[in-house]
């Protein structure tokens, strides 16, 4: 049994060992689960993370309760329900719980039909629009077919969002070669507010279009969205840079007390922040992109704008538990070499 030490990744290391030992069918022990953290251990995000993974599989699971700070998961043959629900229970990010699950959906043998409850809008996790935007269809490049839509928002502390996703069965992942962006097409946005006033999104779309313009990067569509249902209040916007070969993107997340401008601002910056790196991905899909190019059938080359933890960490637990091989060069941006391992499951 292989030993992941989860003291460092946190949730994310959880989820990637998991989702790499169900397609494996290699089992693995996590200890010290978020250690460190002021509440160590799974929680109820982490623990449904654990117990969809191992019904996707047919695992079997020791230590699955709330606090565990260790669990043992042996898996079975991959076989998810043709049509699947899952709900949160909380406002724990559904985007965190589907990145576990989207590889091994990915590659059965049959379409999946998902719908997930909880969080889609959250602090700390990609949103749904990145997710929808820029991540699906990156790894549509290696040949994955799924397709995402939102049914209703679920903002921070209310949760009750709630996505829907198709998946198609496919014979393997391609490897991605990804060094350049190439030139750009397209720089747009999308401001969106829920159960609050509509001047709020139209005023975090107003500063973030401001201070794109500043830097020389002129918006070409900036949708204002104050339609989409929530269970409760809430507002975010992401920013997006469309290239030849890819799409970098940058978001911020509405709070209590912080002005609508400052949103938009944030976002703004954030996007410049990841442009001004010449790479060809952002850094948070640096780091997403990492169980795709372990599974892919041969070597996956791409150029990231930072070298971050959740990058180390997520390429550290495709090494332990699949034996994915990995390079990384530089720091800002980083070169991230990866050879995958295709026809790994017994």
Same mark, same amino acid.
């Given at each position: 049994?292989?030993?992941?030490?989860?003291?460092?990744?946190?949730?994310?290391?959880?989820?990637?060992?998991?989702?790499?030992?169900?397609?494996?069918?290699?089992?693995?022990r996590m200890i010290?689960?978020?250690?460190?953290?002021?509440?160590?251990?799974?929680?109820?995000?982490?623990?449904?993370?654990?117990?969809?993974?191992?019904?996707?599989?047919?695992?079997?699971? %020791?230590?699955?309760?709330?606090?565990?700070?260790?669990?043992?998961?042996?898996?079975?043959?991959?076989?998810?329900?043709?049509?699947?629900?899952?709900?949160?229970?909380?406002?724990?990010?559904?985007?965190?719980?589907?990145?576990?699950?989207?590889?091994?959906?990915?590659?059965?043998?049959?379409?999946?039909?998902?719908?997930?409850?909880?969080?889609?809008?959250?602090?700390?996790?990609?949103?749904?629009?990145?997710?929808?935007?820029?991540?699906?269809?990156?790894?549509?490049?290696?040949?994955?077919?799924?397709?995402?839509?939102?049914?209703?928002?679920?903002?921070?502390?209310?949760?009750?969002?709630?996505?829907?996703?198709?998946?198609?069965?496919?014979?393997?992942?391609?490897?991605?070669?990804?060094?350049?962006?190439?030139?750009?097409?397209?720089?747009?946005?999308?401001?969106?507010?829920?159960?609050?006033?509509?001047?709020?999104?139209?005023?975090?779309?107003?500063?973030?279009?401001?201070?794109?313009?500043?830097?020389?990067?002129? %918006?070409?569509?900036?949708?204002?969205?104050?339609?989409?249902?929530?269970?409760?209040?809430?507002?975010?916007?992401?920013?997006?840079?469309?290239?030849?070969?890819?799409?970098?993107?940058?978001?911020?997340?509405?709070?209590?007390?912080?002005?609508?401008?400052k949103v938009g601002?944030?976002?703004?910056?954030?996007?410049?922040?990841?442009?001004?790196?010449?790479?060809?991905?952002?850094?948070?899909?640096?780091?997403?992109?990492?169980?795709?190019?372990?599974?892919?059938?041969?070597?996956?080359?791409?150029?990231?704008?930072?070298?971050?933890?959740?990058?180390?960490?997520?390429?550290?637990?495709a090494q332990q538990?699949?034996?994915?091989?990995?390079?990384?060069?530089?720091?800002?941006?980083?070169?991230?070499? %990866?050879?995958?391992?295709?026809?790994?499951?017994?």
């Amino acid at each position: 049994m292989i030993v992941i030490d989860g003291a460092q990744g946190g949730g994310q290391i959880l989820r990637t060992a998991l989702s790499y030992s169900a397609f494996s069918g290699r089992p693995v022990r996590m200890i010290n689960i978020r250690g460190g953290r002021p509440k160590p251990g799974l929680q109820a995000q982490h623990l449904l993370a654990v117990k969809a993974t191992a019904e996707l599989c047919g695992a079997q699971v %020791c230590g699955a309760q709330k606090g565990s700070t260790q669990i043992e998961f042996t898996p079975g043959a991959i076989s998810p329900p043709p049509t699947w629900r899952l709900d949160v229970g909380t406002a724990g990010s559904v985007v965190l719980i589907l990145q576990a699950l989207l590889p091994c959906l990915a590659l059965a043998d049959h379409s999946v039909d998902m719908t997930l409850t909880g969080g889609t809008n959250n602090p700390w996790a990609p949103t749904f629009e990145y997710f929808r935007r820029v991540l699906l269809p990156t790894i549509a490049r290696m040949g994955v077919r799924a397709d995402a839509d939102l049914v209703r928002r679920g903002f921070y502390p209310r949760g009750g969002g709630e996505l829907h996703i198709t998946t198609e069965p496919v014979s393997g992942i391609q490897p991605l070669v990804l060094r350049e962006r190439g030139a750009l097409k397209q720089v747009s946005g999308i401001a969106y507010s829920s159960n609050l006033p509509d001047h709020i999104a139209g005023r975090m779309a107003r500063a973030c279009r401001e201070r794109l313009e500043r830097e020389g990067l002129t %918006c070409q569509e900036f949708e204002v969205d104050t339609t989409q249902p929530s269970a409760g209040p809430g507002c975010g916007i992401i920013a997006l840079a469309r290239f030849e070969h890819s799409v970098l993107a940058g978001d911020a997340l509405g709070e209590r007390g912080k002005p609508a401008e400052k949103v938009g601002l944030e976002a703004a910056e954030a996007l410049i922040r990841e442009l001004r790196s010449g790479a060809a991905v952002d850094s948070h899909l640096g780091d997403q992109l990492v169980p795709w190019a372990a599974l892919a059938e041969g070597e996956s080359i791409y150029l990231a704008a930072r070298r971050t933890d959740h990058l180390v960490s997520a390429l550290t637990a495709a090494q332990q538990v699949i034996g994915a091989q990995f390079d990384l060069v530089g720091d800002e941006p980083v070169e991230v070499r %990866c050879r995958g391992v295709a026809e790994l499951r017994p």
